[in-house]
């Protein structure tokens, strides 16, 4: 796995423990970073604070192209899967949006479950082609 992948990983374990826990993501890095032999890498933590601070914007995104499913009703890991794939697809602009896609597929292979990866591909799929639209 890269570098970026594995800090892709990392940032969707951060997101995932937050919520789980109702704690500020960034607070669950610090402690990460202080309390166990886990690297964060500067990309998941770019990863961490560019979706902790357009969460609201991404689960818009998510929530309006997901067609009939509410974020509540996803499953945690494919939500936060989405939210980083989602946020590189839109917001990070050194990554082409083919590879945000396919790293999220990828995640989604790893982490969740069987129909995961296919609703994630769909979804950013979806955004992807909005894009223009969105952020014009």
Do not use: C
Request: charged share 30%; proline share 4%; no cysteine.
């Amino acid at each position: 796995m890269s570098a970026r992948g594995k800090a892709r990983r990392r940032a969707v374990e951060i997101l995932f423990e937050a919520e789980q826990r109702s704690e500020d993501a960034r607070e669950v890095m610090e402690r990460r970073r202080m309390h166990s032999d886990s690297q964060v890498s500067p990309y998941a933590e770019e990863l961490v604070l560019g979706v902790t601070m357009r969460r609201g914007e991404l689960d818009e995104y998510l929530e309006t192209y997901s067609q009939g499913w509410t974020l509540e009703r996803m499953p945690a890991v494919d939500r936060n899967v989405l939210r980083v794939g989602a946020w590189e697809l839109l917001f990070n602009d050194d990554v082409p949006d083919g590879v945000a896609v396919a790293e999220a597929v990828s995640l989604a292979k790893e982490l969740a479950g069987d129909d995961s990866p296919r609703f994630v591909n769909g979804l950013l799929g979806r955004l992807q082609q909005m894009k223009p639209t969105l952020l014009g």
